[in-house]
C-alpha cells in the first residue's frame, strides 16, 4: 500500500521533483489506519464491526442498523482490531491475595510478527491486501498488527501503563460512561528498594546463576562454574541441598561422553524454577539439562536428563503451551527445542538463527503461546509452536549478547545487552510496532562484561555494571540511584530479585553472594530467624518449619552463561577484577547482617489473653458520617489504604501519608489516616435495587491490582469505580438476581465468576460483554469463590453451607459437599459460608459461624476449630495473613481470635475492650463484622464493626508478633492437625515470563 501510495503522489505532475519521502515503515502506516479507522468509528452511532478503509476519505457516519437495534458482536479485522460493543469495559485485577494473571493484549506482538524481515531464508511473512478480512486464529493473529494496546476495546494494562482506556458507546443506554483515564504511576521511594547488605553466603566457587523459590521468597537456587547447584535458606544461612555436578546416564549420550573426554570442566549456564516452586531446570555448559523435583522440605530428587543441544545448553525455561508443562532450550547448535517435562520427550525444534542462540523468552498473550530467542549475532526472533518459522527478524541494540524479559504482570517488555566493544544497552521495547520504546542511561561507556538484568514490582529495573548495582524507575531513562553492596562485586555482577521485590541476591567476586533487602525485606528476614529461634528452642517435632512467604508477582530474568570463546560472560574466571575475575582459591567469611541478629529482642506475645488497649496498637479511623454497618473491608494492593463499603451502600477510603512517622506511607495504627475525597467531594455509591433496601441487600466488591478501580454492589447493578475520581464509569448486570459475590479468574482477568443471588454462578466474559455460562450446584445464595491456580479449579460456597468443585476448563462440577461439622455441633450445618485458598492454591480455608476449617484439594477436611470456652460466641470472619502463618478470626461478642494456620491451634486471643473504647451507638455492642489482612505487614489486621466504625489493630511494638501461650485446652483436636504439611508455604504464581 506504502509503494502505491507513493506512485500515486508522484504521478501528480504538481509534486514532480519537488518531493523526498521519508524513510516510513510499513507497519506504521499499518498502525496509523488502524488508530485512524478506531478514532473515526468510535463517534459513529452505529458501528461497523469491520469498517471499510475508504470511510477514511469523508466525513463518514456508520449507516443505523433496523429498528434501532444495537449492531451484532463486531469481530477483528486484521485492520482495525477489536472494536468493543456496548457494556464491554477494561479488565481489572482481583485484590490480594488473589492477584490474577494479567491477560496482556492480543496486538501486543502483532507489530513485530507484520514487520518481519521478508529476507529471511525461512517461512516469511506474505503481505496481504489490507481490505481483505483474514481468519482468526494464531497465524492471522500474528501476521496481522492490530490497534496498539491504548486504543479503546483492548486490554486494560497496568497501572505503569502510559496507554488510555477508552469506553465507547455504541447505542442509548442508562449507563454510566467515560471518555478517558490516564493511569497514573504507582507512588514509591527509593526505600522501596533492596538496598541494604543483610546476608554475605559463601557459594565456594563462581556463581554463574541464580533464581528465588516463585513461593518460598527466602530459598535461593544457585548454579555455579563447576557445575554445582545448592539451595539456600538465605533467613538463616542455611544451605538446604548441595548438588555437584554428575551425569546420571552417560551411556545415553556418546557425544557428551566425547566432549567430557576432550575437557571435563563443565559449568551451570542457567538454572531456573518452575511456576509452582516443585520443579527446576538446570543448564549445563556441555549438550544437557537436568530437572530437579523439589519438596518445601529442602530435598532434591532427580527426575530428568535430557541430551539437549549440540554443544553448550545456554538457556532453560519452563512453559504451559496447550496447558501441559514443557522445557525450552537453546544451545550452540543454533536451535531452540520444546521438551515434555514429564516424559523428555522433544516436542518441537525451532531453526532460524545464524549463530548459537544465547537465551529464550517464552510467553503468552490471549491464549497465544510463543517464545523470544535472541542469538550471539544480535537476532531476535519470534516462534509460533507450530515449526513453521521465524515471525520476527529483528536486531537487538549492541548486536551481541542479549537477554528478554517482561514486567511481573506481562505488559511490559525489556531486554539488556552488551556489544562487543562493551557498549550496554538496556531498553524497553513498543510490541506495537517492534520499535524500542525506551532507552535507559547511565552504563559505564564500556562495560567489562555482559551486563545482567532483571526487573521487579512492575515498576523497577536493576543492572549489574562498573562493580554496582544501578537501578531505574520503567518510566524513566535516567538512572534512579547506584549502590555497591558495601564493596567486592565483580565488574558486572550477576542479580536476582524475589518475587516480590524485598530481596535482592547478587554475586561477589570471591565466590559468595551477597543479599540485599528494603524494609519488608528485613522483616522477611527476621520473620525466618524468629521461626528458626523457635523451632530450636521447642520440643523436637516433625514438622517443618514454614518459609515465609508474601504476595506479588515476578517476571524479570537474570542469568550467566557458560564457557564460549565469543562470549566474555561465559568464560571462567581468571585472578583479575578488572577482567571480571572471581579467585576460586579464597573463601568469602560469613559476614553479620546490619540487622541485629538477637532473636531475643524480637517480641512475642506471652499471654494468652489480650484485654487491655495497652496491649496492642489500635487505631479507630476518623469518620463523619454513618454509614450503617461496614460489611465490606479490603486493603489496597498497595498497603497504603482501607477501603470499607457499608451497608447502605456507600464506600469509604482511608489513605495514610508517608512523613517521619510513617516514613513508608503504609497502613498503620501508629498513624491516624486521613477519609480521602476527591475535589469534586464525589461519593462512591453503588446502584440499589428499588424493591430491596441496601441494608438487606448482599454486598460484594473486588478491587484491581493497580488500586485504580473498584467493583462493587449492593443489590442493585454491579458498578465500576474510578478510584482517583470516584466516579461511575459502567453500570452492568442489572438484578434480579443480584449479585452476591465477585471473583476473577487467575489466568484471564477478562473472565469474571460472579455469584449470584439465585444460587447460580455467571461465568462473565467482560471483553464482550456476555455471559458465557452458568453453574449451577447449590440451593441457597452463593457467598464465597475462589480460584485456584495450581488446581485449575473454581470453589464455591454457598448459604446452604456446601462447597462446589469445579473445572475452569470446561466449567464441569468435579465434586460437591456439605460443609462437615466439628462433632458434638448439629449436623448438617446451614448459613452463610466463605472460602479462601492458602498462598499454595492447594489448602482452603472455610468459614461458617460454627466452624473454622482447612479443606485439602480433594475437599477432604483436614483440620477444623469450633468456639468454646473464652471464643464462644458465633464466628462472624476469618482470613489468612498474608504469609499463609496465621488465621484471624473474629467473633460476634467482639473477641479476635489469632490462630496458627498451620493446626489451627489458637496462639492469642484479644478481647473487645483492648481496641473499642466506650459505648456504640444506641448501646448495642459493637463487634466485626468483616475482618481484612494488610497485604504485607503480617500482623497488622482492619476490623469492620457493627456500628460502622473500621478499627486498625496491630502489636504495640513494631516487632511484636501475635503469638502467645495458647493453651492446649483451647486445641480442637477433632481432626488430626497435619502439620507436617509443608505445602502451606507457597502461593500462586502465574506461568514464568523470564
Not at 515 to 530: P, Q, Y
Request: net charge neutral.
Amino acid at each position: 500500500m506504502l509503494i502505491e501510495l507513493k506512485k500515486l503522489i508522484e504521478a501528480n505532475p504538481l509534486f514532480r521533483d519537488k518531493l523526498t519521502f521519508p524513510a516510513f515503515k510499513s507497519s506504521r502506516l499499518r498502525t496509523l489506519i488502524n488508530q485512524s479507522l478506531n478514532w473515526q468509528h468510535q463517534l459513529c452511532k452505529n458501528p461497523r464491526p469491520n469498517p471499510d478503509i475508504k470511510t477514511l476519505f469523508t466525513d463518514h457516519s456508520c449507516t443505523p442498523t433496523t429498528n434501532g437495534a444495537r449492531p451484532p458482536p463486531p469481530t477483528n479485522s486484521p485492520l482495525v482490531g477489536p472494536i468493543p460493543k456496548a457494556g464491554a469495559f477494561p479488565p481489572i485485577g482481583a485484590h490480594s491475595p488473589f492477584q490474577p494473571v494479567v491477560s496482556p493484549s492480543p496486538g501486543a506482538i502483532a507489530g513485530w510478527m507484520s514487520g518481519a524481515n521478508p529476507s529471511i531464508p525461512h517461512h516469511p511473512v506474505a503481505a496481504v491486501p489490507p481490505g481483505l478480512v483474514q481468519p482468526s486464529g494464531p497465524a492471522a493473529f500474528l501476521k496481522h498488527p492490530r490497534t496498539p494496546t491504548g486504543v479503546a476495546g483492548m486490554d486494560y494494562q497496568s497501572a505503569e501503563s502510559e496507554h488510555l482506556m477508552k469506553r465507547i458507546r455504541t447505542g442509548q443506554s442508562d449507563e454510566a460512561s467515560f471518555s478517558g483515564v490516564t493511569h497514573t504511576p504507582n507512588v514509591y521511594s527509593q526505600d522501596d528498594l533492596p538496598k541494604n547488605v543483610m546476608r554475605a553466603l559463601n557459594q565456594g566457587s563462581n556463581v554463574m546463576s541464580m533464581d528465588f523459590h516463585p513461593q518460598q521468597q527466602t530459598i535461593l537456587l544457585v548454579g555455579t562454574n563447576v557445575g554445582e547447584i545448592s539451595l539456600w535458606e538465605v533467613g538463616t544461612r542455611e544451605r538446604l541441598a548441595h548438588k555437584p555436578f554428575k551425569v546420571w546416564d552417560l551411556a545415553a549420550s556418546t557425544s557428551l561422553q566425547t566432549a567430557l573426554l576432550n575437557d571435563a570442566a563443565i559449568s551451570v549456564n542457567r538454572c531456573v524454577w518452575g511456576s509452582d516452586g516443585l520443579i527446576l531446570g538446570v543448564a549445563f555448559s556441555k549438550h544437557i539439562v537436568q530437572i530437579y523435583t523439589y519438596n518445601p522440605n529442602g530435598e532434591l530428587r532427580q527426575h530428568l536428563e535430557v541430551d539437549a543441544h549440540s554443544g553448550g545448553v545456554n538457556d532453560i525455561a519452563f512453559a504451559h503451551p496447550n496447558k501441559q508443562l514443557c522445557i525450552v532450550t537453546c544451545g550452540d547448535d543454533k536451535t531452540i527445542k520444546v521438551w515434555d517435562a514429564v516424559s523428555g520427550r522433544k516436542q518441537y525444534t525451532f531453526e532460524g538463527h545464524e549463530a548459537p542462540v544465547y537465551s529464550v523468552c517464552p510467553h503468552y498473550k490471549e491464549n497465544i503461546q510463543f517464545i523470544f530467542s535472541t542469538a550471539i549475532d544480535g537476532k531476535i526472533k519470534a516462534w509460533l509452536y507450530d515449526c513453521l518459522g521465524s515471525r520476527v527478524d529483528y536486531d537487538a541494540p549492541g548486536r551481541w549478547c542479549t537477554m528478554m524479559a517482561y514486567s511481573a504482570d506481562g505488559t511490559r517488555l525489556f531486554s539488556c545487552g552488551t556489544s562487543k566493544e562493551g557498549e550496554s544497552h538496556l531498553v524497553e521495547w513498543n510490541e506495537t510496532e517492534g520499535a524500542i520504546k525506551r532507552t535507559y542511561t547511565g552504563f559505564r561507556k564500556r562495560s567489562l562484561g555482559v551486563v545482567q538484568f532483571d526487573t521487579t514490582r512492575n515498576r523497577f529495573l536493576a543492572a549489574g555494571d562498573e562493580f554496582q548495582i544501578k537501578f531505574w524507575d520503567m518510566d524513566n531513562p535516567n538512572m534512579l540511584t547506584a549502590v555497591d553492596a558495601d564493596g567486592g562485586l565483580p565488574a558486572s555482577p550477576r542479580l536476582r530479585f524475589n518475587k516480590e521485590g524485598s530481596l535482592l541476591a547478587v554475586t561477589t567476586s570471591e565466590n559468595g553472594i551477597k543479599i540485599l533487602g528494603n524494609t519488608d525485606g528485613i522483616r522477611l528476614i527476621r520473620m525466618v530467624e524468629s521461626r528458626a529461634f523457635e523451632k530450636n528452642r521447642a520440643p523436637p517435632d516433625n514438622s517443618k518449619s514454614l518459609v515465609i512467604n508474601t504476595l506479588g508477582p515476578a517476571g524479570g530474568v537474570s542469568a550467566a552463561m557458560a564457557s564460549t570463546p565469543e562470549r566474555p560472560d561465559r568464560t571462567l574466571p581468571v585472578v583479575s577484577i578488572n577482567n571480571m575475575g572471581t579467585m576460586d582459591s579464597s573463601r568469602l567469611v560469613d559476614v553479620k547482617p546490619r540487622i541485629s541478629d538477637d532473636v531475643d529482642k524480637i517480641k512475642s506475645w506471652k499471654i494468652p489473653d489480650v484485654v487491655d488497649p495497652s496491649q496492642l496498637k489500635a487505631a479507630r479511623l476518623p469518620d463523619s458520617v454513618s454509614t450503617g454497618k461496614v460489611v465490606r473491608l479490603i486493603y489496597t494492593n498497595s498497603g497504603l489504604a482501607v477501603l470499607a463499603l457499608g451497608s447502605n451502600a456507600v464506600h469509604k477510603l482511608w489513605k495514610w501519608q508517608r512523613s517521619e512517622r510513617n516514613p513508608s506511607g503504609k497502613a498503620t495504627a501508629h498513624v491516624i489516616p486521613q477519609l480521602w475525597q476527591p475535589p469534586s467531594g464525589t461519593l462512591m455509591t453503588n446502584d440499589v435495587s428499588d424493591s430491596k433496601p441496601a441494608e438487606d441487600s448482599a454486598a460484594c466488591i473486588a478491587l484491581s491490582k493497580n488500586d485504580s478501580y473498584v467493583m462493587s454492589a449492593s443489590g442493585g447493578k454491579i458498578s465500576l469505580f474510578n478510584m482517583m475520581t470516584f466516579k461511575v464509569m459502567t453500570t452492568f448486570m442489572p438484578p434480579p438476581p443480584a449479585a452476591t459475590f465477585l471473583a476473577f479468574h487467575p489466568q484471564d482477568n477478562n473472565i469474571i465468576a460472579i455469584g449470584m443471588e439465585d444460587s447460580t454462578i455467571q461465568i462473565y466474559n467482560v471483553r464482550v460483554d456476555e455471559v458465557k455460562t452458568k453453574l449451577k450446584g447449590h440451593q441457597n445464595r452463593i457467598t464465597g469463590l475462589a480460584f485456584s491456580q495450581n488446581l485449575n479449579a473454581l470453589v464455591s460456597s454457598g448459604a446452604d453451607a456446601q462447597l462446589c468443585l469445579w473445572s475452569i476448563d470446561g466449567w464441569e462440577k468435579k465434586k460437591s459437599r456439605p460443609l462437615q461439622a466439628s462433632p458434638g455441633h448439629q449436623s448438617p450445618l446451614v448459613g452463610d459460608t466463605k472460602v479462601q485458598f492458602h498462598n499454595d492454591q492447594l489448602h482452603l480455608l472455610v468459614v461458617h459461624e460454627n466452624i473454622i476449617a482447612v479443606y485439602d484439594s480433594k475437599l477432604e477436611c483436614s483440620r477444623s476449630w469450633s468456639p468454646k470456652e473464652s471464643l464462644s460466641a458465633p464466628i462472624s470472619s476469618a482470613i489468612y495473613s498474608c504469609d499463609g502463618l496465621l488465621v484471624y478470626t473474629a467473633f460476634c461478642d467482639g473477641a479476635i481470635g489469632v490462630f496458627d494456620a498451620d493446626g489451627l491451634r489458637l496462639r492469642c486471643r484479644i478481647a473487645p475492650s483492648a481496641y473499642i473504647s466506650g459505648v456504640s451507638v444506641g448501646g448495642a455492642p459493637a463487634y466485626p463484622l468483616v475482618i481484612a489482612a494488610h497485604p504485607s505487614e503480617a500482623n497488622q489486621i482492619a476490623l469492620g464493626m457493627s456500628d460502622g466504625a473500621v478499627h486498625v489493630v496491630e502489636p504495640s511494638e513494631v516487632e511484636a508478633k501475635w503469638i502467645g501461650g495458647g493453651t492446649s485446652s483451647q486445641d480442637n483436636g477433632s481432626l488430626p492437625s497435619n502439620s507436617s504439611n509443608h505445602s502451606l508455604s507457597g502461593q500462586p504464581s502465574e506461568i514464568p515470563s523470564r
